[in-house]
């Protein structure tokens, strides 16, 4: 399976990725997290992408958010990155955005500026983001899809991104 998403994302790309991580953490789960590193090294070993890690990233976000991010990360994301450095491949330095998926625009705005102030270079912000005609019915998280959206694609983000001097750029050239 891990092959045949990598050969499905290099013929639509026509490149290899720059980065590669698992819907629902699933990359960092015992036995795929393997097949997953052996596969990079197999096929990329001139230049490895970044594989995402899962480290708690900080932020003032309470204690519900910073639970879920340890929760996330215990799910083998200290094995993962282990291997990860086994095997030289890089990866970001601490994972940013976590939360509960509730809340409107305002709310994630003020989530988004607590975890871009507490971004150090290295850091990875994750997002759920959708257009609104995107996001699938039945998905549980779709109303947050179009929130994130909506915040990201607004001009409060950018000033947001200037206010504390981050640029957004490829992966490759961010870490």
Not at 119 to 124: A, E, I, V
């Amino acid at each position: 399976e891990i092959d045949r998403q990598l050969d499905a994302f290099e013929q639509v790309a026509r490149r290899a990725p720059d980065f590669v991580d698992g819907h629902r953490h699933v990359h960092q789960l015992p036995l795929v997290r393997q097949a997953l590193v052996h596969a990079l090294e197999q096929r990329y070993p001139p230049g490895l992408p970044w594989l995402r890690s899962t480290a708690p990233g900080a932020g003032s976000l309470g204690p519900a958010t910073g639970l879920k991010a340890a929760v996330i990360h215990a799910l083998g994301g200290r094995a993962l990155d282990g291997l990860a450095t086994a095997a030289g491949l890089q990866q970001n330095r601490r994972l940013l955005g976590v939360y509960g998926f509730h809340g409107d625009a305002q709310a994630h705005e003020r989530r988004l500026a607590s975890w871009l102030s507490a971004s150090k270079d290295g850091d990875l912000l994750m997002c759920h983001t959708a257009l609104p005609a995107h996001a699938e019915s039945g998905d549980p998280i779709a109303l947050a899809r179009k929130v994130e959206h909506q915040v990201l694609s607004g001009e409060r983000f950018k000033r947001l991104l200037d206010d504390f001097h981050i640029l957004v750029t490829r992966f490759e050239r961010a870490c």
